[in-house]
């Protein structure tokens, strides 16, 4: 089931959990623009789902720059973690939204914008 707005979403690499070694606000940030989202909400870590356990931890020392994309991360897929270091984001805005002239975006008619950027 797709998590919705708001709701605490673990996060999964290869169908296995992600550690929160190294991982902070900009790498959430990174992945929920890879996952096609406008920017994080916020993000923690934990062993919040009785499922975590029956998962590998596929993926550690995540680490990212401002402004890069996933390509441009660095990580390993070796770990040195607990599920307790499992990571959990909440993701907002949406890939397309409309602005009106005014930059108002609850609107039904407007510029089409693609994760900020016009669409040809």
Not at 1 to 16: I, S
Not at 34 to 57: A, M, N, R, T
Not at 71 to 85: L, R, V
Request: glycine residues 10%; aromatic residues 10%; negative net charge.
């Amino acid at each position: 089931e797709t998590p919705q707005p708001g709701e605490w979403a673990l996060l999964l690499y290869n169908g296995g959990t992600v550690c929160d070694d190294d991982f902070g606000l900009t790498e959430a940030q990174v992945i929920c623009e890879e996952l096609g989202y406008g920017s994080v909400f916020d993000q923690k870590s934990g062993d919040l789902f009785g499922i975590q356990d029956d998962l590998s931890i596929n993926l550690d020392d995540v680490d990212c720059s401002e402004g890069s994309s996933w390509s441009d991360c660095d990580f390993t897929t070796t770990h040195n973690c607990q599920h307790s270091e499992d990571v959990f984001l909440i993701c907002t805005g949406e890939e397309f939204i409309l602005m009106d002239s005014d930059q108002n975006t609850n609107t039904n008619s407007g510029l089409l914008l693609y994760r900020g950027g016009t669409v040809c």
